[in-house]
């Protein structure tokens, strides 16, 4: 089955997010401060973002580990 991804890039707020769901949720931290992830209400990632995206190394990979509450 295949799976829609959606994403946006605002070059003005230097911001990027992908979604992977159009389903209501919030914005929660990670360990990495340029990354938020975006939950459900019971915890299933349905996206992220990503802060000053131009100001990251751009000879490193950024990490950030998204935490899903509930994983079947």
Known sequence: MAQ???I??????DFLEVLFSDAAGF???TDNDAIMERVDPQG???GFSVLNVSQLA???PLYAQLMAE???
């Open 8 to 13: 946006w890039f605002d070059a003005e707020a």
């Open 58 to 60: 751009k000879d490193k």
């Open 44 to 46: 299933n990632i349905l």
């Open 70 to 72: 509930n994983i079947a």
């Open 4 to 6: 829609s991804v959606k």
């Open 27 to 29: 914005m929660r931290e």
